[in-house]
């Protein structure tokens, strides 16, 4: 190390501390945590059903799943959600890292079922999200219409499989509830690799309506629709 880097070293960390000692742009922080259905919702948001709430089953046979080994047996019954579009009045996505990103309610709550986060592999629960331990925040930039979503958590910034499995399916929603054509920009995980700018040319998303969201970490649009 050369002495030279120790006042610069010594003066970020003393930066460091201080923005933790010193609370900035609070009012951005999430105040709390909601889930959201059809009939439960708050009357700035709109709840959009595509797909119902359903059960998956498998049909095995009991011989079969007595050949598995008992450390990995199949699960024969999952219950799913369902597939739904939120339009968000006043939202906002505040993404601060690949590993959490938060969409925000005009009212300041996070909606549980839209947000991201993860940590030592695992999915978490809305109230393990990094903003509720932030102290500094940074404000919005604001765009005017409606922003449709993409970010679909770390893997789809980087890497092929995540962006077509986790962030594509995303256009089948918006346009089965018959919504593409409405939309006025696109929040994209990135917009750096070349297959990244293929499948959106190939979507028929202009570049000046693409936001890149490894530059925006937080936004806010007049109406900001998510998927579930």
């Not at 201080?18 to 708050?42: A, C, M």
């Not at 024969?76 to 959490?100: K, M, V």
Request: proline content about 7%.
């Amino acid at each position: 190390m050369k002495l030279s880097n120790l006042p610069i070293k010594a003066y970020s960390k003393a930066l460091d501390a201080l923005l933790k000692l010193v609370p900035i742009n609070t009012q951005y922080k999430p105040t709390g945590i909601i889930n959201v259905s059809r009939s439960t919702k708050p009357d700035s948001i709109e709840y959009i059903e595509i797909t119902p709430p359903y059960v998956l089953e498998l049909n095995l046979s009991p011989q079969f799943i007595s050949d598995c080994s008992p450390y990995i047996k199949p699960i024969i019954s999952t219950r799913f959600p369902g597939d739904f579009i939120l339009g968000i009045r006043d939202g906002r996505i505040y993404a601060p890292d690949a590993s959490n990103m938060a969409v925000i309610t005009r009212e300041g709550q996070l909606i549980e079922q839209v947000s991201f986060q993860w940590r030592d592999d695992v999915v978490l629960d809305g109230k393990h999200n990094r903003l509720f331990r932030e102290t500094v925040f940074s404000a919005p930039k604001k765009y005017k219409g409606n922003v449709f979503s993409l970010l679909a958590g770390g893997g789809a910034i980087t890497y092929y499989y995540h962006w077509l499995y986790d962030a594509m399916p995303k256009f089948y929603l918006l346009q089965k509830a018959g919504l593409f054509d409405k939309i006025d920009y696109f929040l994209v995980p990135n917009y750096q690799y070349q297959f990244q700018k293929d499948f959106l040319s190939h979507f028929g998303v202009p570049a000046e309506k693409i936001i890149n969201g490894e530059l925006e970490r937080h936004i806010q649009a007049d109406t900001l629709y998510v998927t579930s």
